[in-house]
């Protein structure tokens, strides 16, 4: 078995460029699936629908219709841009102080994600509807097809997937029905081991029979509630109410300078735009293309730059539906100038506090408890329609729970359990119909002359943000492919200081970077992203060489 999985993977390559259409993703058979609806002439949203669904069966530790994501939309045709908000929102019977113990103190993360009162509204289906209705060419039941081959067919198990099964099977003798799925006498399901999910198959057909109506109301709402309502850890309070309530939204996209480029991402609930356009734009008066990659004042800038920028993320982002976010003021390039001043090549600041943009309202800085996990893809078409989305069922398999064999997230503990910090409420604390602040940051690059030339998206929590400002740096100051801006190690934080990412290059920064001031920590951190670039003979796609990812042309 395990060879065979070797031999799918080899089939497909991590890097594919064509004069036409090109697909992305963090796993092969849902890259396959986007190239299949592509070459029956679907257009880039269906192929990454059509992606979006075959994740949900082969990469249920990620991804999938039981959570929610952000999409990011270019129009080959007009050159416009939109963005398409499927978060997943709070149970109207939720409160601020739903992640606060009976002794008046937060829950750890550990004690707050398995069970039905993580479980938000899932967003996904109201997303691919809206995205279907605004951009498909292909009939509607044509992007379950390959999904629904995997689900009953079978799939094998990825090491990424064994990873996550690893991390969360202890939790499973509370969670029969994923047990029964993705174990094997107690004991994560090995790698190379075949996978049937007749269970998702029957949803998935229904769906592509009935619309997202049939994921939204009727029997699939019941089993939903059922799961969330019934879970013997945790049973959430969510309603079938909350379900037929909820909808995508149509939101502005973010879009801001860097050097000669126009960078544009996913507004609020995604914290993504404003704090990658934060960090590049505190870097803008610095040489970093001189400075090049293997230069500890490169990483020691960037590790500024990135602190300074997380601490705004921290105070201001949350939903815009609910708390007043001055994203203009936050992006302003007098303002993000003000906050380079801040930073010395020579020396390292002592605290990272956040600034006063025009527009903020007072407020009280509070970190929030996200965790590795998601995914993202990518899908151009030939007619130059780029679709980039990340979606997410939040942790590893999310809140551990199944409904028609499909994960349901534990998007609910995105939000900051403490409702109040100093006095005063918290931008992202819990509240009835609220989508919960994300890191998610998918993003399109133009040029001077409005062209897109590069597209990127990753998955790994709070890393997120750095990862894509990484890319965008590797990639337009040092010259690097998509692929390999993708693999050039990561530079994070925590709270004593900066963390190097284990077994790249940046370890060789530990020395010197202490020299400069920091406090640093090695260590692994989990991440995978895509990208894709346009060159002369077309645009490329490419997978992080970390994952088990590929990319595949037309």
Not at 167 to 194: E, H
Request: a neutral charge.
């Amino acid at each position: 078995m395990k060879r065979l999985l070797l031999a799918l993977t080899a089939l497909v390559l991590p890097v594919a460029a064509t004069a036409q259409g090109v697909v992305t993703s963090a796993d092969p058979r849902a890259t396959l699936a986007g190239q299949e609806i592509l070459r029956q002439g679907g257009s880039a949203a269906d192929a990454a629908m059509a992606m979006m669904l075959a994740l949900t069966v082969v990469e249920p530790q990620s991804s999938g219709i039981g959570g929610g994501g952000f999409l990011v939309h270019h129009d080959g045709t007009t050159g416009l841009i939109d963005t398409i908000d499927g978060r997943e929102t709070a149970p109207a019977a939720a409160t601020p102080a739903r992640f606060v113990g009976a002794d008046g103190k937060t829950l750890s993360y550990y004690n707050a994600f398995p069970g039905g009162k993580s479980v938000g509204v899932p967003g996904n289906m109201r997303l691919m509807a809206m995205t279907y209705a605004r951009w498909s060419k292909l009939p509607w039941k044509a992007l379950f097809q390959p999904a629904i081959k995997l689900a009953e067919n079978g799939y094998q198990v990825t090491r990424p997937m064994n990873a996550g099964m690893t991390l969360t099977a202890p939790l499973w003798k509370n969670f029969p029905d994923i047990a029964k799925l993705y174990s094997d006498d107690g004991k994560p399901l090995a790698i190379g081991t075949t996978v049937k999910n007749p269970k998702l198959a029957r949803m998935l057909r229904r769906l592509a029979d009935e619309g997202a109506e049939a994921f939204y109301t009727g029997d699939n709402a019941r089993e939903i509630i059922a799961a969330a309502t019934g879970s013997k850890v945790a049973p959430s309070d969510l309603t079938l109410a909350d379900l037929a309530a909820y909808q995508a939204k149509e939101r502005p996209a973010v879009c801001g300078r860097y050097r000669v480029y126009r960078i544009c991402g996913m507004g609020p609930p995604s914290s993504g735009a404003t704090t990658v356009l934060q960090i590049l734009g505190m870097l803008e008066r610095f040489d970093m293309k001189k400075l090049g990659k293997d230069s500890p004042v490169a990483w020691h800038l960037i590790g500024e730059a990135m602190q300074l920028a997380y601490a705004d993320r921290d105070r201001y982002l949350g939903d815009r539906d609910f708390v007043s976010v001055p994203v203009s003021g936050l992006i302003d390039p007098a303002y993000v100038r003000s906050r380079s001043r801040l930073i010395s090549a020579g020396r390292t600041l002592t605290k990272y506090e956040p600034g006063t943009p025009q527009g903020a309202e007072p407020r009280t800085n509070a970190v929030q408890a996200e965790v590795p996990g998601t995914t993202h893809f990518i899908a151009i078409d030939k007619g130059g329609d780029i679709v980039t989305m990340t979606s997410t069922v939040e942790g590893p398999f999310g809140s551990q729970l199944l409904a028609n064999g499909y994960v349901l997230n534990n998007e609910l503990t995105d939000f900051t359990f403490a409702p109040e910090k100093n006095g005063m409420p918290v931008a992202n604390r819990v509240e009835p119909g609220k989508r919960p602040l994300s890191s998610m940051a998918p993003t399109i690059v133009y040029d001077a002359t409005g062209k897109p030339i590069f597209t990127v998206g990753a998955a790994g929590g709070k890393t997120i943000i750095m990862q894509v400002a990484k890319a965008l740096i590797a990639h337009l100051d040092w010259n690097e492919s998509a692929r390999d801006a993708l693999g050039e190690g990561l530079v994070f934080f925590n709270a004593d200081g900066l963390v190097l990412e284990q077994g790249t290059a940046r370890e060789s920064l530990l020395a010197p970077l202490e020299k400069l001031g920091h406090k640093v920590v090695v260590a692994k951190l989990g991440l995978k992203a895509n990208a894709a670039e346009l060159t002369p003979s077309g645009w490329v796609g490419a997978a992080d060489p970390r994952s088990v990812g590929t990319a595949l042309s037309e």
